[in-house]
């Protein structure tokens, strides 16, 4: 069983930056990879960000590379999000996931066994 919870969205104009983070409790005793996702209304969830936490492997949509950084804190069981040079199209709710049982890069929804609640990011024009 694993928990993870979401944080560190908000409010932010166009150009602007924040920082989500994504504290995991429960089975975390190996350590795992973790991905982050977005959803939109009206709008699929789609794949954001991934690490995995043994290797230091990154993988990043298209849509993101070069404005955000993922990266992680084992010792404290966190995973964040520096997101940069925000644009309004960013807008969605951000979601960090994690399947305890492989050691892929959580890179597409399909791989997600684990679901944080989300936290609203909102990028104004």
């Known amino acids: 069983q694993v928990q993870l919870v979401e944080s560190g969205g908000g409010l932010v104009q166009a150009g602007g930056s924040l920082r989500l983070s994504c504290a995991a409790s429960?089975?975390?005793?190996?350590?795992?990879?973790m991905g982050w996702f977005r959803q939109a209304p009206g709008k699929e969830r789609e794949f954001v960000a991934a690490?995995?936490?043994?290797?230091?492997?990154?993988a990043y949509a298209d849509s993101v590379k070069g404005r955000f950084t993922i990266s992680r804190d084992n010792a404290k069981n966190t995973v964040n999000l520096q997101m940069n040079s925000l644009k309004p199209e960013d807008t969605a709710v951000y979601y960090c996931g994690t399947d305890p049982d492989t050691t892929q890069l959580i890179d597409r929804p399909q791989r997600v066994h684990y679901w944080g609640q989300g936290t609203q990011v909102t990028v104004s024009s």
């Open positions: 690490i995995s936490w043994s290797g230091g492997n990154t």
């Open positions: 429960g089975r975390t005793f190996s350590i795992i990879g």
